[in-house]
């Protein structure tokens, strides 16, 4: 796990100190129990190789509507938690519980920027043991996939193997989901929408 630095600037001299990364795994007990029980038995089995992703049902549509919205690319920041499979050598679950859309952006139909606040404004939303596990944003009757910019993105702010990028296309209703620097795309059995998060 890879830690984060600040620089503190005094009297001319910077000062690098390690920080704690924003997140940090959870055991996968703490999600299961606020899972209704088909949900948590489906997260539950498997073979504890593969990552999961769990998405609140109710944030997923909250994605779709906003990235369905307009004509244009748009976006934001998934907001949730990490959780490690008891016995797996690697696997885990991320957690996607909520999102916060960018409000200022400039778009085209194949571009997009993000303003920075939407980082103080995710960090501000996440709940205790919540943070930014990833980005969503449209590709506009294009299809969903990662472009090499949405590849070049993924590695520079979302690096960690546990974050997750998700890009939808709501004309053609598709998506797809990706994890890590290395933009490793995930199958249909990896995601699961759960009906509710508590």
Request: charged fraction near 20%; charge should be negative; aromatic fraction near 10%.
């Amino acid at each position: 796990m890879s830690k984060m630095q600040y620089r503190i600037r005094g009297r001319n001299m910077i000062v690098w100190r390690e920080q704690p990364p924003d997140f940090r795994q959870q055991e996968i007990g703490k999600l299961l129990r606020r899972l209704p029980f088909t949900s948590a038995c489906i997260v539950a089995l498997g073979d504890g190789l593969r990552p999961k992703v769990v998405v609140a049902q109710r944030a997923h549509e909250g994605v779709w509507a906003h990235l369905s919205e307009r004509n244009v690319e748009m976006g934001g920041l998934l907001i949730g938690s990490v959780h490690t499979l008891e016995g797996s050598t690697g696997g885990f679950v991320v957690a996607v519980e909520d999102f916060v859309r960018s409000e200022h952006y400039e778009s085209t139909g194949v571009s997009l920027t993000m303003e920075s606040q939407v980082w103080n404004t995710a960090r501000l939303r996440a709940k205790e043991e919540m943070s930014v596990v990833g980005w969503y944003h449209s590709h506009p009757s294009l299809g969903a996939f990662f472009s090499g910019t949405d590849r070049k993105t993924q590695a520079q702010f979302f690096s960690h193997p546990y974050s997750v990028g998700l890009v939808i296309d709501p004309f053609r209703h598709e998506e797809m989901w990706f994890l890590s620097g290395e933009s490793i795309s995930l199958d249909l059995f990896q995601i699961f929408i759960s009906p509710e998060v508590s």
